[in-house]
């Protein structure tokens, strides 16, 4: 079994991070704010995929399972579409998602 060395990072957490930088801010905050409406429900994924986005919009260091993890939750709601999201906060209905 291969393993990380002690201090080595994952090697797709440079592609996850600029995956992620790629998106444009507005797409960030309105994925953000989904975040924040299930987090106020106690979903601690949300919680902190939302904080996750928060230090990288602030340019803040963030742990690269917490990259990896943001970049594998965004993509799985881009898949789904992510102008959902936008549909549902222009209707005032961000939490429900349709």
């Not at 600029?18 to 797409?27: E, F, G, N, T």
């Not at 979903?43 to 990896?68: A, W």
């Not at 906060?89 to 998602?97: A, L, P, R, T, V």
């Amino acid at each position: 079994m291969t393993e990380l060395k002690q201090g080595e990072h994952h090697p797709t957490t440079k592609s996850a991070l600029r995956y992620i930088q790629s998106r444009s801010p507005q797409d960030l905050i309105i994925f953000r704010e989904a975040c924040a409406s299930c987090s106020i429900e106690g979903n601690r994924m949300s919680e902190i995929l939302g904080d996750t986005i928060d230090r990288i919009l602030k340019g803040q260091p963030v742990g690269e399972r917490y990259v990896l993890a943001l970049a594998f939750e965004y993509q799985r709601i881009q898949d789904n579409d992510l102008s959902t999201l936008q549909e549902s906060k222009n209707n005032g209905n961000i939490n429900k998602g349709t």
